[in-house]
């Protein structure tokens, strides 16, 4: 009878350990540039090809550009100009990271949600970027 409380007891620590092993696997660090919320380009390209998981990315291009060049599977979609209304469900319990064609939008986004919701961690990507629907970016230095 014992050895089976025991068999029991061991069975609900593996399950919790496995429902609890998110929780417990530290998010990726973000490399910036050194101003104030910009992620570095290898930084952006390294985590959205291996973790991307562990960020909300926002595309906050037009629709039409969207539609004609796409975007990332693990992207969401919220144009610039609908960004205000959509501010309150962004999460705050995962680091967003926030791009468009060439920075512009992305760092006005990015200004709009801190002001919005200081607590929410938040990264733009002040670069050139050509979706192209490929799975990943290229990526440059900004005009």
């Known amino acids: 009878m ?3 409380l025991l068999k029991y007891i061991a069975y609900i620590i593996i399950i919790w350990l496995y429902l609890t092993s998110s929780v417990l696997v530290a998010v990726p660090a973000v490399e910036t540039t ?3 919320g910009i992620i570095s380009i290898a930084s952006f390209q390294q985590l959205l090809a291996n973790y991307p998981q562990y960020f ?3 595309d906050v291009r037009d629709t039409e550009e969207i539609a004609y ?3 990332y599977a693990t992207a969401h979609a919220i144009p610039f100009e609908k960004l205000a ?3 309150p469900q962004l999460p705050a319990d995962k680091p967003i990271i926030i791009f468009c064609h060439n920075g512009a939008r992305a760092s006005e986004a990015y200004d709009r949600i801190k002001v ?3 607590e929410i961690t938040a ?3 002040d670069a050139h970027v050509q979706f192209q629907h490929q799975p990943l970016p290229i990526v440059a230095i900004p005009y």
């Open 34 to 36: 050194g101003e104030d």
């Open 56 to 58: 909300y990315w926002l």
């Open 116 to 118: 919005a919701r200081p």
């Open 69 to 71: 060049d796409g975007t």
């Open 123 to 125: 990264y733009f990507l």
């Open 2 to 4: 014992r050895s089976l």
């Open 85 to 87: 209304q959509h501010i």
